[in-house]
């Protein structure tokens, strides 16, 4: 079972954030030893969305690059995990191509990542909520109804 049947589902059911800055220290002062181009960095975000048939669908989103880097050096990757579906699916695994978008239906100067996969896949668009908290949206750019429980947080 693909995850975006369930993803659907979801949706159905229920009704990135920027760049990743340079790593820090326990004192939150910058580490100049990894210090990395645009096009190194990588942002993460994890979550668990709802799910009909299991308990959830655990994400973890990995966005490598800034929203300022060349297109062809902004790439993710995501993988999804079942929690408990009776089929018993193996994970997923999608790597491609992010964008950043502009705008939705209710908010023109929101940001929204589309990530597109190569090859078979769906793809996916995150509405930037803020700097810590991705949520996803219908291709239309739309949130749900219940999109508190579609979010992802930066870790």
């Excluded at 990135?16 to 100049?32: E, V």
Aim: proline share 5%; glycine share 8%.
């Amino acid at each position: 079972m693909q995850i975006r049947t369930l993803m659907v589902g979801a949706a159905l059911m229920v009704g990135l954030a920027g760049c990743a800055s340079t790593a820090q220290t326990n004192d939150g002062a910058a580490d100049n030893s990894t210090t990395e181009t645009a096009s190194e960095q990588v942002a993460v975000y994890k979550g668990t969305l709802p799910c009909r048939r299991c308990t959830g669908i655990d994400l973890d989103v990995r966005l490598k690059g800034a929203e300022e880097a060349a297109q062809d050096e902004r790439t993710f990757s995501l993988d999804a995990t079942y929690r408990d579906h009776p089929q018993q699916p193996d994970p997923e695994h999608y790597e491609g191509q992010w964008d950043v978008l502009s705008g939705t239906v209710t908010d023109p100067n929101a940001t929204v990542y589309e990530l597109t996969p190569d090859g078979e896949g769906q793809t996916y668009y995150f509405l930037r909520l803020d700097a810590q908290t991705l949520e996803l949206v219908d291709p239309q750019k739309r949130r749900f109804q219940n999109g508190e429980t579609l979010r992802l947080k930066r870790q």
